[in-house]
T-cell receptor, first 114, second 116 residues
């Protein structure tokens, strides 16, 4: 199984600021995915992070708000820009297993915007 | 695009059984089930790949009816450790399109509480 590390695990941020979340995987993966889970809600896919190309965003999410980098096959970052209290959420990165039959999640980054 | 889960919440005594249902209005090629405990990230339980497939993990099992675009999760003789929120996930695209397998659309979740 893949080991996924996220940083920071928790943070309290001032509104209007930006925060970058890092996701490190212990093996090379083609696709990495970023999800958001707002308080008491389900998980919502933000974007697919492709190595060597632009991220693919889901409806309702834009690059200006959630820029993503994917510099290599084991690492990705998600930035939450110009944060507002509505951005208070858990942000999770995930990767599929080698055969694609299992999706592993990182521990999540718990963000509170005040 | 989001699958529909029912019920929204279940309260059980230890040892009782529960069923959580997941249905999709879009084609359901496979179904993922996850459990999330409070304050933790979701944990993968199982994936069902074929219509009619049933899988089990300890006393948690699931069925998948591809034609009806439905899946059910069965929790037998519930334990305290089963408490949490259960999510079903629908992958976008067919199961052989590997690039879409990580793109999951999750149901709203079913909160399961098991009391001693």
């Amino acid at each position: 199984s893949a080991v996924i590390s996220q940083k920071p695990s928790r943070d309290i941020c001032q509104r209007g600021t930006s925060l970058t979340i890092q996701c490190q995987v212990d093996s090379q993966v083609t696709m990495m995915f970023w999800y958001r889970q707002q308080p008491g809600q389900s998980l919502t896919l933000i974007a697919t992070a492709n190595q060597g190309s632009e991220a693919t965003y889901e409806s309702g999410f834009v690059i200006d708000k959630f820029p993503i980098s994917r510099p290599n096959l084991t690492f990705s970052t998600l930035t939450v820009s110009n944060m507002s209290p509505e951005d208070s959420s858990i942000y999770l990165c995930s990767v599929p297993s080698g055969n694609g039959n299992t999706i592993y999640f990182g521990e999540g980054s718990w963000l509170t915007v005040v | 695009q989001q699958p529909v889960q029912s019920p929204q919440a279940v309260i059980l005594r230890e040892g009782e059984d529960a069923v959580i249902n997941c249905s999709s209005s879009k084609a359901l090629y496979s179904v993922h089930w996850y459990r999330q405990k409070h304050g933790e990230a979701p944990v993968f339980l199982m994936i069902l790949l074929k219509g009619g497939e049933q899988k089990g993990h300890d006393k948690i099992s699931a069925s998948f009816n591809e034609k009806k675009q439905q899946s059910s999760l069965y929790l037998t003789a519930s334990q305290l450790s089963y408490s949490g929120t259960y999510f079903c996930g629908r992958p976008e695209g067919g199961i052989y399109r590997g690039s879409t397998l990580g793109r999951l659309y999750f149901g709203r979740g079913t909160q399961l509480t098991v009391w001693p």
